[in-house]
């Protein structure tokens, strides 16, 4: 099991920026999704992005444009630049990461889990 630890998270008014980091166990070389999800008190957790190790990206559509996934695989961590933020962003951010190759928008078929952090967008 890979072990994450995310850190970056805050507060910001709209318009503003942050930037999330994840930092993993193991190789990330041997990772091939490495991803963000978010959850919304009262919702679902729903994906936001995720990077393949073959430099693949792929974003929901909400936050297309405004956010940059990265992996840095000699550092075995994952970012998440967010910018132009809105109050809909306002959720709790995970990393989160799965070994094989294949579906990569359902948090089911990812088998390591971040803690979280909490990112807040005030209007």
């Known amino acids: 099991q890979v072990q994450l630890v995310e850190s970056g998270g805050g507060s910001v008014q709209t318009g503003g920026s942050l930037s999330l980091s994840c930092v993993a166990s193991?190789?990330?070389?041997?990772?091939?999704?490495m991803g963000w999800f978010r959850q919304a008190p009262g919702k679902e957790r729903e994906f936001v992005a995720t990077?393949?190790?073959?430099?693949?990206?792929y974003y929901a559509e909400s936050v297309e444009g405004r956010f940059t996934i990265a992996r840095d695989n000699t550092k075995n961590t994952l970012y998440l630049q967010m910018n132009d933020l809105k109050p809909e962003d306002t959720a709790t951010y995970y990393c989160?990461?799965?070994?094989?190759?294949?579906?990569?928008?359902?948090?089911?078929?990812?088998?390591?889990w971040g803690q979280g952090t909490q990112v807040t967008v005030s209007s």
């Open positions: 989160a990461a799965r070994k094989d190759s294949g579906p990569y928008k359902s948090a089911e078929v990812y088998e390591s």
């Open positions: 193991v190789n990330t070389w041997d990772v091939y999704f």
């Open positions: 990077i393949s190790n073959m430099w693949n990206k």
